[in-house]
């Protein structure tokens, strides 16, 4: 006879011996001594230190400070480890920690948003894997972390979680065992479990490829502004009069300004090119009928995987540049706003993608077919326009006022007067492109708004996932019968926005859009 | 604000002992100012529209740059009432209602109390049809 389901477990998955029992833990638990690791290193590193400051005789104050502070804060959390504890019970993830404040952080795990696993690159050297679960919320309370764990004990976590999510969506409102049973019995979705996973084949990006993403990513602007700048103070330093000795020196010291500026802009984007390689490499996209994950990582390696039900919206990035290569940089975005920087964000980026690779994961990721975007009303080129013509002219005229009445000399005001007029006749190929590359497109399943000149970025937004909608309207824009529209998604901020769309669409669609979003309302 | 401003800026001037045209100044600009934020809250007053739809509400607010945006009743996730120093002396209340979307603009200022709490209970029975996120 069969071994009867366990509750919540998959059936592919097996207990992992050594670790509390098949359906994950029996009590409150620590996670593996080894996970003191990295901190011992830390702390051994800080001992080190102080050895060294001595060698040298106790002169060396710094290093010892630095080898205290090490120390210290290995020590603190070696403690850290000692007293936090993870469970995972029938029906949500605890964790405990904290020595002075204690923090008990409960999980149902119907509310878990998406799972990661995470190892930098102390971790992965004592082989060890830090488990993130992300619920909804923009707060820091969003996200639970077992850290940390060995690499089969997290992926054994991260089934389990991913399963019991699945269980206890499939039968709302039952959480009882003998319900659970039931539904595993009758559950005919394809389970969360690795194995099934591994099977879909990954979309892999190249070295050459994340290379390619670093290169054309921001470090070009910096480059450009580098060069600009190198180039403007050149003339500035040829400008100065002199005598033939002086104006030598100059002539030389603007040569060397300028080939500074030209190398930075060689290395800024090898350097780019290098990161890109380090954190991306290795990447590998799945998306399975169940979940998009993506894998990636030279030194510090993560795994994210977030459940397709829980997927809010897709933006698309490029700029001129690679919009030339015809690629783009797509992110794919729970409920979860992890806050800081990039490296430790929960989006599921993925560094560059062809055109169709993009359409294929839109498709996958949020049902939504990659529309042609429609263009703006003709009265928004003009706004586009004039939105960047006053401002330069305005500053200008300030400038030059405030200059004359200062008594500042002729070359100033001829400067800033100079400066304004370009930056105003830039204005109009700027609003033209402005308008050219924005737009929209409105269909029964999603919205797309897309915008941008340099940085452009276009938003796919499933309106199922829409929260709210709202329509701004600036006299100016009044004027025009023009309105700035813009949707409301959890986890996404700045909320998708479009201006100068025309006014009566912007009302119609803050009207029906968010309405629509309800459960029974759409046709899919 | 205008009138703290004021009177700051006329304490300023006596204490620093200004000349007199410059007070002078500092008080016809306050009243300015004054009757300015009278306008304003006025106008800003008379712009504002709540409306309580069939299956979402409306805010409707802004003079210079006017402002439309509908929150769903099944997106509601909380709904706070909100009452400072000033506001309670005056037996006002702001309602504040979220969604899952931290961008959601969705506050009401400035209701009367009798509004205010059946508003609440009103839109509480509209809310919770699903919480999916």
């Known amino acids: 006879m069969p071994s009867e389901i366990p509750p919540g477990l998959p059936p592919e998955l097996p ?17 593996p001594p080894m996970s003191v690791a990295p901190a011992l290193i830390v702390a051994a590193g800080g001992v080190l230190l102080a050895v060294v400051s001595q060698a040298f005789g106790g002169g060396a104050t710094g290093i010892a400070l630095a080898g205290g502070f090490l120390l210290l804060v290995g020590v603190s959390r070696v403690v850290a480890w000692a007293v936090r504890r993870y ?26 948003q998406q799972v990661d696993l995470h190892a930098t690159l102390l971790q992965r050297l004592v082989g060890l894997v830090t488990v993130r679960v992300g619920t909804a919320g923009g707060s820091e309370g969003a996200q639970v972390n077992i850290d940390a764990l060995n690499p089969r004990q997290a992926e054994h976590v991260r089934t389990l979680i991913l399963y019991r999510r699945d269980l206890a969506r499939a039968v709302p409102g039952t959480p009882t065992p003998g319900a659970r049973r039931a539904a595993a019995e009758t559950f005919s979705g ?5 194995e099934s996973d591994e099977a879909v084949p990954a979309l892999t990006l190249s070295a050459g490829r994340l290379a390619l993403a670093g290169a054309t990513g921001s470090s070009i602007w910096l480059g450009i502004v580098v060069l600009l700048g190198a180039v403007f103070a050149a003339l500035d330093t040829l400008g100065t009069d002199g005598t033939d000795i002086a104006g030598a020196v100059s002539t030389f010291s603007a040569l060397a300004l300028v080939l500074l500026g030209i190398g930075l802009l060689v290395t800024l ?5 290098g990161y890109a390689v380090l954190t991306y490499g290795g990447y590998r996209l799945r998306v399975t009928p169940e979940h998009v994950r993506a894998e990636y990582g030279l030194l510090s390696q993560r795994r994210l995987t977030l459940p397709r039900q829980r997927v809010q919206l897709v933006t698309v990035d490029d700029n001129p540049v690679r919009r030339r290569l015809g690629m783009a940089s797509v992110t794919v975005q729970s409920a979860t706003v992890a806050s800081g920087d990039t490296s430790r964000s929960s989006r599921l980026m993925v560094p560059l993608l062809t055109k169709e690779e993009t359409d294929w994961l839109v498709l996958a990721a949020v049902g939504l077919v990659v529309p042609a975007v429609e263009l703006r009303p003709p009265a928004a080129r003009g706004r586009a ?108 901020s700045p909320a998708p926005h479009l201006r100068d769309l025309g006014e009566q669409l912007s009302r119609t669609l803050t009207h029906d859009v968010p309405l629509a979003s309800a459960p029974g309302s759409s046709p899919d | 604000m205008a009138v703290l401003v004021g009177v700051g800026g006329v ?5 620093l002992g200004a000349p007199g045209w410059v007070t002078g100044l500092v008080v016809s600009g306050t009243l300015l100012l004054l009757a300015g934020s009278v306008v304003g809250a006025t106008l800003s ?39 400072g120093v000033i506001e309670r002396s005056l037996g006002l209340s702001t309602l504040v209602l979220r969604t899952a979307a931290a961008t959601s603009d969705a506050t009401i200022p400035g209701l009367s109390e009798a509004t205010a709490a059946p508003l609440r209970i009103e839109l509480l029975g509209h809310a919770g049809v699903s919480d999916a996120v």
């Open chain 1, 385 to 492: 326009i004039r939105r960047r013509l006053w401002p330069p002219l305005a500053i200008g005229a300030a400038a030059v006022a405030g200059g004359a009445l200062t008594g500042a000399g002729w070359p100033l005001l001829v400067g800033f007067a100079v400066a304004a007029l370009v930056l105003a006749a830039l204005a109009v190929p700027w609003g033209a492109a402005y308008y050219r590359r924005g737009g929209y497109a409105v269909t029964d399943s999603g919205v797309t708004l897309a915008s941008g000149v340099l940085a452009h970025r276009a938003w796919h937004v499933p309106i199922a996932r829409v929260q709210s909608a709202a329509a701004r309207q600036s006299p100016f824009q009044a004027r025009r019968d023009l309105a700035t529209f813009s949707l409301d998604v959890a986890g996404a």
């Open chain 1, 269 to 273: 984007p090898l350097l780019g090119a």
């Open chain 1, 15 to 31: 207990g992992l011996p050594g670790s509390g029992d098949a359906f994950g833990t029996a009590g409150p638990e620590r996670t």
């Open chain 2, 11 to 15: 304490a300023l001037t006596l204490v």
């Open chain 1, 190 to 194: 394809p389970v969360a479990a690795a």
């Open chain 1, 87 to 112: 469970e995972l019970t029938d029906r949500e993830i605890k964790v405990t920690a904290g020595v002075l404040e204690r923090t008990s952080s409960v999980v149902p795990y119907q509310r878990v």
């Open chain 2, 45 to 83: 007053y008379g712009a504002w529209r709540y409306i309580v739809g069939r299956d979402g509400l409306e805010l409707r607010h802004g003079v210079i740059v006017r402002h439309v945006s509908l929150i769903p009743y099944h997106r509601i996730q909380q709904i706070d009432v909100r009452r």
